[in-house]
């Protein structure tokens, strides 16, 4: 892999969107996308339809609800907050992440063979 910007796999987004909202509350999709970016080290650089498109998803499971407010630049924007079954989800979907991670750290540290030829 390159030193460019980390390719998300499948699922990594809608978790991260998820525990940025359980961590820091309501927020409005540009600053759930500044936020995960800042988290991140900028190595996830999300565009304005990457971050909406994992919150219409989100929204359409239940696991996050929105809200009309006003952001602090006195725009009218649109509030997302996680909800009792998005924590739920939350807890499932970091467990796994745990656990694969773990696996991958083993795997990873097994030594190489040495060529024999």
């Not at 979907?93 to 991670?101: C, E, G, M, N, T």
């Not at 097994?110 to 024999?116: A, C, G, N, V």
Request: glycine content about 8%; cysteine-free; proline content about 2%.
């Amino acid at each position: 892999m390159s030193d460019s910007k980390l390719d998300l796999l499948q699922g990594t987004l809608d978790l991260m969107v998820l525990q940025t909202l359980a961590a820091m509350g309501a927020l409005h999709g540009y600053g759930i996308a500044r936020r995960i970016e800042q988290v991140s080290g900028n190595e996830v650089l999300l565009n304005q339809g990457t971050i909406y498109a994992s919150l219409v998803r989100l929204q359409q499971r239940g696991w996050i609800s929105a809200e009309w407010g006003t952001s602090d630049n006195n725009r009218k924007a649109k509030f997302y907050s996680i909800t009792k079954p998005g924590r739920k989800q939350l807890s499932e979907d970091a467990a796994y992440w745990q656990r694969l991670s773990l696996l991958m750290n083993r795997v990873l540290a097994l030594p190489e063979q040495e060529d024999k030829s």
